[in-house]
């Protein structure tokens, strides 16, 4: 699947500065690391949106309208990051004028769906560890 780009092509409605939890982006970076270097899933609660999670942003779309993008988490300042701890600053786009309202549920959303596969991911590369043999 091809990185997702519309969310650097459309026009943005309103942007600000922000941050993401530590724990969120870990999560992220582990995940892109182990899942895919792209990775794409429904929002519960939240019909017709999906999240598109990228090593340079986390994009929420609006699947039924030829994936538009709604709002975006981007531009993470990670640079001069020396704690795995403290929150990461990013920039955070509105394309949409109720997009600030899912902003949080999208994130829960993430936290749990990434641990879940994460979580089957772990046990999926556990039954393909082979065991080192004993010497007599």
């Known amino acids: 699947m091809p990185p997702y780009t519309r969310h650097n092509e459309v ?5 600000r500065p922000g941050h993401v939890d530590a724990d969120n982006f870990n999560q992220v ?16 609660k ?9 090593q340079d942003a986390w994009i ?7 994936d538009v993008p709604i709002a975006a988490w981007t531009n993470f300042e990670t640079k001069w990051r020396d704690s795995l701890h403290e929150p990461v600053p990013c920039e ?9 309202m899912i902003l949080e549920t999208t994130l829960d959303a ?3 769906i990434l641990k879940q596969s994460l979580a089957e991911d772990k046990n999926h590369d556990a039954s393909t560890v082979l065991s080192f043999k004993k010497e007599s």
């Open 11 to 15: 026009p943005i409605l309103n942007s």
């Open 92 to 100: 955070i786009r509105l394309y949409h004028f109720a997009a600030r």
């Open 60 to 66: 929420v779309v609006d699947r039924v309208l030829n």
């Open 29 to 44: 970076q582990t995940a892109l690391k182990r899942i895919d270097c792209q990775i794409r899933f429904k929002i519960p």
């Open 46 to 54: 939240l019909n017709h949106l999906d999240l598109i999670v990228q």
């Open 110 to 112: 993430m936290e749990t």
